[in-house]
Each structure stands twice: as C-alpha cells, then as structure tokens.
C-alpha cells in the first residue's frame, strides 16, 4: 500500500510547486506595473480591446479619459476703443475704456502633482490684457482655483496649477505621436462654448502643417509649424483639450481651426507636449521662443528677373529679400540683395531648403554663411536666436524667415 501511495504523493507534490511557479510568473509579467512609479495611480489608458467594435472602443476611450479633462475659466481685464459715433463702427474715432470679460477654454491633467495642460493663449489670450479669477472646473463639478505655472509662447503650450485638490483625476497618459498614421480615429473633448463634457469625432487627416493667426489689434502674426491636422471639430473653448487616439491616449492638443473650411482642425502633437511641458514645470515663467534658431533674413529662390534686378550671374545660390531690423542676420551684416551660395559648407539653390535647415539648428548656434554681395564674396557668421513666438514683421515675398 505504502508503494502505491508515495508515487501519488510526489507527483501531486511535484505539480503543486509546478503550478505555484507558473502563477508567479503570470503575475509578475501581467501585474507589476498596476502603480505608477512610487506607487502612484496609472496614467488613464488601456491595451487596446479586442473582439469589439471600433464604435465601442471609442466610447470606452471616452469614459476612461474624460474625467481627466477639465474647463478653465477666466476673468479678462483689458481696454477697448469704443466708437464716439455708431455710424463709424470700430474703424471710426472713438475713446479707449476698461474692458472686462469672460474668457473659457479646456485642458487635461498630465500628472498627480495638480499639472494641468492647455493652449498658451488660453491664459495669455492674443487681445491683450490681465487675467484673474483662473479657474478650473472638473468633471464633477468642483471648481479649485488655479495658478499660470509657466507658458511656451511659440508653441501654444502652458501649464497651469491646482493645489491641495485630493480628488484630482488621474493623468492622462501621451502616446508616440511619431507613429500615427492617417485615417486613423481622433477623438477631440473638451468644453466648446461653455457646453459641458462635449466629444468630437473625425480622423487623422495630416502632418507637419503650418498655420499662422493674425493677432487682434494688427500685433503682428503667430505661426505655428509640426501641427496635426484632423477632422475632427475644433470650436472656440475646445482650445487645450486632449486629441486622443481609440486607446484613450493623447495623440495632441486641439489648438486651433481653419476658419474657411470646415472639417479642418489642428492640434500640437504629443511629442512635442513631452520635450516641452517638462521644460516648462522645471523652468517656470513665460518662454517666447519656439525653440528652434532663427536668423532673420528672408531666402527667395532666384528667378532671372531677380537675377537682372541685382546684377547677379553665378550659377547656384538663394536671394536674400528681406533682413529683419535687430535680427542676428542685420547685426551680422547680411543685406537685402545679397545671394547666400553656402551655409554651414553646403551649397543651396532651394530656399525652402536653407529654411529647414535654419530651423533644425539650435539657438546659440553659429550659421557660417558664403555670401555674395554687390559683386564681391564675403564670409558672414550669424549666431543664432530662439525664433520669436510673434513676428510683427511684414514680409515681400510669401515665404516665411528662417
């Protein structure tokens, strides 16, 4: 008896310990990373859903996320010129007046810290003026004063802060904006006239698009450049919302809409959310620049008119049109008229091209440029500078100043 039992036992034995390891393992590669690090709650998303509909992991992206998101609220004190006469309407002589007003638009919650993401121009609006009374509003209703942490001009991005809220949602978490593709689902929330929690849907309809905003009041010009471009609707108060992808991860920030279109939307991507939201929490304050380097001159490809109007008859080479008063290109000499035939030692016929790779070297560099002016050839060292956010500049041509 005592034979038959013990092989039972052993085996029995044997598989236990067998089973114990294999739950071990399960759990250790399924479950250790439910907390954040240092224990704090996950960022809100999840592996994608399988079996379903497209139409069901949309709406379980929503639910995940929009508690996350937030409305903020604003009191905007400025000046405003009022007409002496209503037959001359605002171009007509008036008198300057206090102006005070309601200004609104959304954001989402980036860490556990009380770190809210918006648009620049949420808290910093292009008209003018002082705000006061910064508020964000939750999901469910609770109303925490807020603080400006610091601002990216350039790129439409600022960070605000709720202090000692202990029912602050969870972060929402970014996705690799690098690996979208289009015709993928976007799905904009955000708060869009004062309306309450409203979701938008469309798709991913571009890349590296450019916009430029007029300012109000003729302040100059905002350009924006590596937007995403969506279908899905943008409206006045959607500005600093989340775009999010069908996993309920951030894909961008809705920012702004094209005016002539319809079905035309933009959004910052996620990744330049990650280079510059953690710039903006370690270095508090306003930032101007865009980050990229900017000369001040503006290229124009050479055609033969060009060509005969400043007597030049070399073969390659790109037209200086324009210099910038104060710009690194006026103080280092560069001058309308002048032909630039190399920079940084290589040869450009393509202003396009020079403009790029202006714009893919940092501030603080030194653009070493062959220049050809007035018939004599000349060397020209221009140490760059941080592109400014507003250009209040009017240029000739329609291209835009590396």
């Known amino acids: 008896m005592k034979n038959r039992v013990m092989p ?51 709406v379980s ?50 860490d556990t810290q009380g770190d809210i993401v918006t648009n620049a121009h949420v808290v910093n609006p292009p008209t003018g003026g002082r705000i006061s009374n910064l508020t964000v509003i939750f999901a469910n209703g609770d109303k925490r004063p807020a603080h400006v942490i610091g601002m990216n001009l350039g790129e439409d991005l600022a ?6 809220y202990n029912k602050l949602p969870p972060p929402l978490q970014l996705a690799d904006s ?12 955000g708060e869009p006239y004062e309306l309450r929690q409203t979701v938008t849907l469309g798709i991913v309809s571009g890349f590296q698009r450019k916009e430029q905003v007029q300012a109000e009041g003729g302040g100059g010009v905002y350009s924006f450049s590596g937007l995403l471009q969506t279908s899905a609707p943008i409206n006045p108060g959607n500005s600093g919302g989340p775009l999010i992808d069908i996993d309920g991860q951030v894909i961008g ?13 933009f959004a910052i991507p996620s990744n330049e959310v990650k280079s510059i939201i953690p710039q903006l929490i370690a270095h508090p304050g306003v930032h101007q620049g ?27 080479g790109v037209a200086v049109v324009q210099v910038v ?67 209040g500049y009017v240029a000739p041509m329609p291209q835009q100043t590396p």
Do not use: C
């Open 325 to 391: 008063p104060g710009s690194p290109a006026d103080k280092a000499g560069l001058q309308p008229g002048d032909v630039i035939l190399t920079a940084g030692g290589k040869a450009f016929n393509d202003a396009t091209a020079l403009r790029k790779y202006i714009a893919s070297l940092k501030p603080g560099s030194i653009l070493r440029l062959d220049v050809w002016s007035q018939g004599v050839k000349k060397f020209v060292a221009i140490k760059l500078e941080e592109r400014p956010a507003l250009q």
């Open 8 to 58: 039972t036992v052993i085996v029995g034995l044997v598989g236990a310990i067998i089973g114990s390891f294999l739950m071990m393992l399960y759990a250790s590669t399924h479950f250790a990373n439910v907390a954040g690090p240092n224990h704090t709650p996950p960022a809100v998303a999840a592996a994608p859903l399988t079996g379903v509909s497209d139409q069901d992991r949309i």
């Open 159 to 164: 960070v605000i802060k709720v202090d000692g």
């Open 290 to 316: 865009t980050g990229t380097g900017f000369a001040g001159f503006a290229p124009y490809n050479l055609s033969k008119g060009l060509r005969n109007q400043i007597g030049y008859t070399g073969k390659g």
């Open 61 to 110: 992206a929503v639910k995940r996320t929009k508690a996350s998101v937030v409305a903020i609220t604003e009191t905007l004190n400025g000046q405003q010129v009022v007409p002496l006469s209503p037959f001359f309407g605002n171009g007509g002589p008036g008198v300057v007046e206090p102006y005070r007003g309601k200004a609104s638009g959304s954001g989402f919650v980036y």
């Open 253 to 265: 920030v809705n920012q702004l809409t094209n005016e002539g279109a319809q079905g035309i939307g």
């Open 178 to 189: 690098d690996k979208l593709e289009q015709g993928q689902w976007a799905i904009a929330i």
